[in-house]
């Protein structure tokens, strides 16, 4: 068990990161995060945060679909894929510093975001 | 052989539990003002509450969890406590309207006012809801909610012109006297009255109490996709009878009394007695289940334990919300609002929420993670689709023509 | 055998998410995570937090900050905590998320019990099912 990771520091909650600015060093805005990507194992207590999924409209993942092609009624694909056109991902090493007062996170850069493929 | 008997037992009881309060006055009320006209939107939601009742039974079934559970996880916090709100409180409205139904019932019967038995009924109603077990209940009231075939028995008896009925139920246009607007207000009415929310609710809660698994599938379509439309043709029976009595003379049903008249006048009072028992056991039977599923929602917004099926001291928070409901019940009645006022509202309103109710379990259906190799078929998705427009329409019209017509006059 | 995802869009795996224990059944939902800053930098999910405590601040606006005005004044301790579930207690997820220990056990359902002793306790036939 990785336990000498044993987490001392600052609490913070999730939800303080939903909806937090995303700004470039300069401080041009790239957007809001929209969701946060964890990553780790073999426990859920050994998952740390691997990334942000920001946005640059909003919060509020259209009924959770944005980011998965989930088979169905063509109509609602057809939305959600007009609505998460702007994703896009930041890696945990490309964030410079988190403001969770200002609820701001600094990053260096963005990347494209991949598709999670529904399972066959 | 026992297996055909439970099976059949579900059929009868879907059958005999699908009339309630809003059906009951809202078919009335449309057959003596715009006769069998509007017919066709009885077909129309009753073929909708096959199509999501089947997707919110399989929901259960496959994944194990109830609607208003899986509602939160999609819409998120704010979103999913707003859809929260509003169908809890058109489900409370709907539990006052089948409140009042079972005391008018009662003041029939028994010529004893309906206020006064308004607090015995909601008394009554929690007790049951505390002790009696949840098969007794849906078994009790459904097959004692089949009395209602009197209405069917009674329009041949009354040797109707067949041939006149067919005519308006085959032109869909509002007769002399009625307007389009007030056509097309009750043509909302009536699909609230068919498409109620709470009944999503309540199927999908009962099937993970009951621990339906993918093998249940089966069964529970027969009861949804016989039971309900057999239940739906009743409901036309009851707008039939009383095209054929009231509308020739012009007469409008205001009164539950009235419902049940064209019944009086077929079969004399042992008629009347079986409609009474059958408005009986619709309307208590209704008020359990929008009671329970007042409970339901919260609780699986929230993530209580809840249900009939364990101890009620292990889902304490579900119990006394369903108290409250019974509790805050009474004085709205008894401020001698009409009860058939409330029903006429709560119809309407249904039909306003519908669309909350109805995208996201469109959607559950669809995913692989809740449902597996069982998500929609292309058939399911279509009608789905093509219902989520229709309710998305009515759900727009319905305040505007309530405006338009000052409620329906 | 289920166990854990390789990754997790919190919002979108983990958030609103029911949790139940080994008889599957309702503990809470997840209303929030707990995030702690480990040594080397990283943010380690700690706990499950559930409750207004949690739900308020993260539904936001003005009916989040009642919902936590409302939580604080019916709080007997003077800083209140949201009720928690410490992350290595989760199993595995699938559709919700299923933790080791018992529904009573892990207390984090204060609502619960206070119904259960004002109100439900005192009516006779509390203690039977169905």
Redesign the interface.
Known sequence: MPSESAATGAVHRLGELLGAEVVLPDGTKAGQVHDVRLAGGPGLQDYVVDGFVVRARGEGAFLGYDRRAVLGPWLLRALVRAANRDARYVRWRAVRRIDWEAKLVVVERLDPLEDERAPA | MKRIFAVALGILTAIGGFVDIGDLVTNALVGSRFGMSLAWVVVVGVVGICVFSEMSGRVAAVSGRATFDLVRERLGPRVGLANLVASMGVTFLTFIAEIGGVALSLEIATSVNELLWVPVVAALLWIVLWRVRFAVLENVFGLLGLSLVVFAVALWQLSPDWGGLWQQVTSPSPPSGESWTQYSYYAVALFGAALTPYEVFFFSSGGVEERWTAKDVATMRLNVFLGFPLGGALSLTIAAVAAVVFLPAGVQVEALVQVALPVALALGKIGLVIALIGFFAATFGAACETGLSVGYSIAQFYGWRWGKFVPPRQAARFHLVVLLCTVLAVPVLLTTVDPIAVTEYSVVFSALALPLTYLPILVIANDPDYMGKRVNGRLANALGTVYLVVIVVASVAAIPLMILTKGGQ | MTS?R???????H??????VDPD??????V??????????G?????AL??GPG??G?????R?GSWMVAIWRRLRPDADPQPGRI???L?THTD??VHVSAR?RDLRV?G???W??AT???K?P??????
């Open positions: 854990l390789a990754t997790y869009d919190a919002g979108l983990l958030l609103d998410r029911q949790i599957d059944a309702p503990v809470a939902n209303d929030d995570l707990e995030l702690r800053e480990r040594a080397d990283r943010l380690a999910v700690s937090l559930t949690a739900l601040p993260r539904t936001g606006g009916l410490e992350a290595r989760v559709s919700a529904a359902d609502f619960e019990q119904a259960r109100v439900i306790d009516i036939g509390a203690g039977r099912a169905e």
